[in-house]
């Protein structure tokens, strides 16, 4: 709006600001850091300002294509200039009124033009479908480039958070805790949550040993040993702008050839996907993917919406909801015993293992070691399906943990991945009493065919 101002109604703006970016120029960098100085040195004669001048501004705006923007791109340019009125100590409740009354009109414009065929009717960005996003997790493992391993990993725990790709950022590794058979994860801020007084409760993620691709625990054992972790760093994905990083690498993945064609295949383009698209996704998937979906406060409340009204007071996070919801996000199949299954694990403790934690992992901060034993457990018991699928020059394939072949099937041995028993140092949460039942119909089949198979054995030898 400013470089707008500065090129059509520089008389608005003040004096210390024309100056100013005639010195260092006008690209948002430039502008951000004038602004930095608020309350003092305003860019703009507020006094002098009206809405006129503003609606002029927000008729042209223009995207790339040159068509116009969605009513939402509008809403939140309006939401901007409030926030500047706001920074610079500055009333604008004169102007509330007659800006509500252009954006209606605007708006009832914006739908006459989506009405007669004009632009993109939906809001947004499309939800990431599920056959999607397992399509593109497999396409990121099939390259060796070392941004697909970091966006595989911060893709598949935006997935299965259920979370604003923004958040992920803020992750450190103080915040991860191995919990019985899932791994728990706090957030400490949100978007809705901007001084951390909502509950602090871990968000259940869960291993996919039968869909490796999507798998968010064999994916952060990748990314842990492929990516070295350096003394002193707190955060999962450290870094200056890692949701940047991984925006541009989702639209270098849309653009290749693979991609597209993926995309090609649903009539999709790259503009219906963005970093919003698994949130969306997840969600969807999660509350309506199944018949037999979680709770709909569980999902409300790890999607960290507000429930409303007396509602956020009354009904409050159990971790059962949770452990259902973050069992299904994973993509474990919701109408199969399977839906219990364990993640990979080592039966027994060994001094090898613990050797190979210090070897693999040198800089891991001792809160996340229980972390690291089992996404080491995920890769060691994913190794026939990670040699087929990643190309010969994947990083991890020189990690110390695949130098030894010997070691590595002795690892292997180690561990195991199945469905719950007596004895097991880990138990399944988060397991519908639907899957219950149908543990028992098939261990009642089973038995009735080996009965069945016997007594057939038993006939033809008589």
């Known amino acids: 709006m400013l470089k707008w101002f500065y090129d059509n109604k520089r008389h608005l703006l003040t004096e210390q600001f024309i100056q100013y970016g005639i010195t260092y120029g006008f690209a948002k960098a430039d502008i951000r850091r004038f602004l930095a100085d608020a309350p003092n040195n305003a860019p703009v004669k507020f006094s002098d300002f009206n809405v006129q001048d503003f609606m002029e501004w927000i008729v042209s705006i223009r995207k790339e294509d040159g068509s116009t923007p969605t009513y939402s791109t509008y809403n939140c340019h309006r939401a901007g200039l409030f926030n500047l009125f706001r920074d610079y100590k ?33 809001i947004g960005k499309d939800a990431l479908e599920f056959a999607l996003y397992k399509s593109l997790c497999l396409l990121l493992m099939k390259s060796a480039k070392p941004d697909y391993v970091f966006t595989h990993c911060f893709m598949t725990y935006c997935w299965n958070l259920m979370c604003r790709a923004g958040n992920m950022t803020s992750i450190c590794w103080s915040h991860l805790e191995w919990r019985n058979d899932a791994l728990g994860i706090y957030f400490a801020h949100m978007k809705n949550d901007q001084l951390g007084q909502r509950p602090r409760d871990p968000r259940h993620i869960y291993a996919n040993p039968i869909i490796p691709e999507i798998c968010p625990i064999l994916s952060l054992g990748i990314y842990m040993l492929t990516i070295p972790i350096l003394p002193g760093n707190t955060q999962l994905f450290p870094g200056g ?42 969600t969807t998937y999660v509350s309506s993917g199944s018949t ?15 429930l409303g009204g007396v509602q956020d007071r009354y009904l409050r996070y159990e971790a059962a909801g949770d452990q259902y919801c973050g069992r299904t996000v994973t993509g474990l199949p919701m109408t199969q015993p399977e839906f219990a299954i364990l993640p990979p694990h080592f039966q027994q403790r060994s001094s090898l293992i613990d ?67 007596p004895g097991d140092t880990i138990v399944a949460t988060g397991v519908p009493p639907h899957i219950s039942i149908l543990q028992h119909m098939y261990s009642l089949a089973k038995n009735v065919n080996d009965v069945f198979a016997r007594f057939t054995i038993n006939s033809s030898t008589c």
């Open 90 to 122: 500055q009333d604008i409740a004169p102007l509330q009124s007659e800006l509500k009354t252009h954006f209606r009109g605007l708006q009832r414009t914006k739908t006459q033009a989506l009405a007669n065929g004009e632009g993109r009717v939906k």
């Open 241 to 282: 702008n890692q949701y940047d990083r991984f925006r541009k690498v989702l639209v270098r993945l849309l653009n290749t050839v693979e991609g597209s064609a993926e995309l090609r295949a649903r009539g999709m383009t790259t503009d219906d996907i963005g970093t919003h698209s698994c949130r969306k996704g997840a």
């Open 355 to 421: 050797t190979m934690i210090r070897t693999c992992f040198p800089s891991l901060p001792s809160c996340a070691v229980q972390v690291a034993e089992f996404a080491l457990a995920s890769v060691v018991w994913h190794v026939e399906f990670l040699e087929q699928t990643l190309p010969p020059n994947h990083r991890l394939f020189f990690t110390p943990i695949f130098r030894d072949r010997e070691q590595l099937m002795e690892l292997k041995s180690l561990v195991t991945c199945r469905l719950n028993s």
């Open 292 to 306: 037999a979906a979680p709770p709909s406060t569980a999902v409300h409340l790890r999607a960290g919406w507000a």
